[in-house]
């Protein structure tokens, strides 16, 4: 997790509520990705970007959920109208010129 | 559609001793493996990579070995220690331009003293 940033580290919506979640990645890496995981379940692929571009966001749900990775700040993940199946963990990952993906720490999003 | 999993949920080995978890993998056009390790509340922990031209890869205390032959993968712990106790995952790195981890369900690896 060596300096990939992500928060809030929890967060807490009510139902109908918007949730963001930011991800900063290592210091000159370009790539972005965001992962979704379910209690003891793997981490699900839902969108990568790479400066203020999407590449592929065939993993992320159409409604409510989008994107982005300005040139400037962080990447950020916006969940609108959240609902109790979208408590989860939302993990980023930054890659560089290799493939290595670096995670960073989570977010853990509870929706009463 | 093509998926990583594997073989059991959970692993409990005596400290000192040799673990090996093991994943099987289906899409046979994946080049590149990796292994996490995920600690309670922690994001994913790269261990160790592998890519489809080699069999086997050693670091520190860990080695990955690849059979292409069966489409399966796995991770050797030498020496287990307390601190190794974690999920473990192995992940494909998808062909193409889109080039996204596909990550296994994980085995919960615990240590005994």
């Known amino acids: 997790n060596a300096g990939v940033m992500q928060n809030p580290r929890h967060l807490v919506r009510r139902r109908g509520q918007e949730a963001r979640l930011r991800c900063s990645p290592m210091?000159?890496?370009?790539?972005v990705y965001w992962y979704r995981q379910l209690p003891e379940e793997g981490l699900k692929f839902m969108v990568y970007l790479q400066k203020e571009n999407i590449i592929d966001e065939s993993g992320m749900p159409k409604e409510r959920f989008s994107a982005e990775f300005p040139k400037e700040g962080p990447s950020i993940l916006r969940i609108q109208q959240v609902v109790r199946g979208d408590s989860a963990a939302y993990f980023c990952?930054?890659?560089?010129?290799?493939?290595?993906?670096?995670f960073g720490p989570g977010t853990r999003l509870t929706v009463l | 559609g093509e998926s990583v999993g594997l073989h059991l949920p959970t692993l409990s080995v005596q400290e000192g001793d040799n673990s090996i978890i093991n994943c099987a993998y289906s899409?046979?056009?994946?080049?590149?493996f990796i292994w996490y390790k995920q600690e309670s509340g922690k994001g994913p922990q790269f261990i160790i990579d592998i890519r489809s031209n080699m069999d086997k890869r050693q670091g520190q205390r860990v080695t990955v070995l690849l059979n292409k032959t069966v489409k399966h993968l796995s991770l050797q712990i030498a020496a287990t220690q307390p601190g190794d106790s974690a999920v473990y995952f192995c992940a494909e790195w998808g062909s193409g331009s889109a080039r996204q981890l596909t990550f296994g369900s994980g085995t919960q690896l615990t240590v005994l003293p």
């Open positions: 990952a930054g890659r560089g010129t290799t493939d290595t993906q670096y």
């Open positions: 899409n046979s056009a994946s080049d590149y």
């Open positions: 210091k000159g890496h370009s790539h």
